[in-house]
């Protein structure tokens, strides 16, 4: 019986070790490649550590023009004016919608709570063709508003989702007890419930950042001029050419990745509260 | 509304109820506006208009600006694309892919999340955090390395393969060098690769969403079978599953929605859309859109479709959630 509890112990953290491997791997090999030196990257037998560890693509990525003019500066500094702007106008926009669900019995409620889960399910591959056309028309193409536009409508629907439960969770004894003061709606909202759903908000804000920082597909689409291209447009654009200068790749994937794991970390648990939406007790 | 009327009352009622009542009536309505204006404008017009385009041809950008007209073909497109043997090899990519990807993200996410609820304390962590690393990593890095582990000249994988001793590689596979080999020239393999790659991103998210039902499912239950002498695989099929059936549905259905739509993963491990035969429904849309020549009306047609096939499955979805928060 105690020989079959080791065996079995053995067995399960073996395994747990495979997943960890198997999971974390990747992410390893692109910081360690992306700190050896081109002999180490291409040599036949790779080293699994870095033997001379350097720093040497991460300044070619920094200081060299990716495109006549242009550096990976541009491209980063493009990604967070997008991500930011997205955040903050979509942060604001789902406060009211959350407090207005959260706090009121009105007749739509419950229709707009459907609505936004059906929302979130619709394909945005699906949109690229009419929201090109939109911006188009908009005469928005080719700037970077029209991608600010579009992330602020894919992420708005999670956020009001994730944001009504913190809302939610405010007392709302605290709001009456300033309401007796004598404290107006506003004063209300401003010095009572923002401070309190403050955590959730910037929780709330961290995935519309992910969201808008990671999007490809419809930056690659509306955006033509070199010098407009957001990271991932320019990272596919630098990763096509036909001879794969790995070690740049690898330096500029990390630096892209890094704001989006740590980020990611310190706020996944309400992703899957989020997502599975009641389903997950406890 | 009960609480800010109450408290209110005291003052402004006394003065002016009848406006008061009002006001309450209006506020929840203007505090939804913004949203309201967001999600009409950015995602149920253009899901509107997606099917209005798919109803012409369009094969001008100008057509888009508005300087041209648009000559309608009625169900012309549709008739094109359905007519198209091309089309059927699409959807059976699509529809297999999604399939696969399902069943294996599921499998394993399980199965992982399981594993983390009997390790140590100090073990589940370390391996619960390796398991977030996986899911934080964007998609685009994500393809990235793993495109880089499958280079056919310096590549980890090329690497492993070759490391075999020659004559099992050739007893196994036919070859014993690997250098230079075309990991993504066949559909197959290039499938191979990209289910690997999609099942790395998306098991994370099923294992911890699996471990958090675990956590409220009460021990003791577990317990007393295992006193009774029930195995690991009865366990989990008499008790774990049907206790967690509701959450499993969910996830079956949320994955089934994200793999049916995977873009970035084929668009960077394919180096765009020039890859026609592992073209799956989204990118196919994309490509017959934005690839020269153009074709718009076209490309809307194949993302109507898309979108009615993920919409039966959000139906679903839907009816579970709704189901649930009724019975919390």
Known sequence: MKRGTMVRRVALNGAGLLV????????????????????????A???????HPTLEHYREILTGNLIPGVTFADFFLNSLLVAVSTVVLSGLVALLAATAVARFRFKLRTSFLIMLLVVQMIPLEALVIPLFL?????????????????????????????????????????????AIDGASRFQTFRRILFPLVAPGLVATSIFSFITAWNELIFALTFINDQDRYTLPVAMTFFFGRDDTAWGPVMAASTLFAL???????????????GLVAGAVKG | MTTLTKASETSAARENPARRRRRVDRLPYLLLLPCLVVICVLLLWPLGQVVAMSFFRLNNVRQLRGDREWPWVGFGNYAEILGDPFFLTVLRNTVLFAVANVALTMILGTLVGLLLNRLGKRMATFVASCVMLAWATPALTGTIVWKWMFDDTSGLVTWMFNALPDGLSNALFGRADWTGYGWFNSPLLFFSILTLVVVWHSFPFIAVSVLAGLKSVPSELHEAARVDGASSWKVFWRITFPLLRPVFGILVVLSTIWDF?????????????QDRPTFMLSIYSYAEAFSPPPKYGLGAAVAVILTLILLLVTGLYVRMVLKQEEES
């Open chain 2, 261 to 273: 739509k995977v873009f970035t993963q084929q668009f960077v491990l394919a180096g765009g859309t």
């Open chain 1, 45 to 51: 037998t790779p080293r699994p550590v870095p033997a």
């Open chain 1, 134 to 178: 939109m911006i188009q028309r908009l005469g928005l193409y080719n700037t970077l508003p029209s991608l600010i536009l579009t992330y602020l409508g894919f992420s708005l629907p999670f956020a009001v989702w994730m944001l009504r439960g913190f809302v939610a969770a405010v007392p709302k004894e605290l709001e009456e007890a300033a």
């Open chain 1, 259 to 273: 704001p989006v794991i740590i980020f990611f970390l310190l706020v996944q648990r309400r992703m899957v509260s």
């Open chain 1, 20 to 43: 960890a491997l198997f999971a974390a791997f990747p992410v390893y090999w692109m910081i360690a490649t992306s700190l050896k030196p081109n002999r180490e990257i291409f040599s």
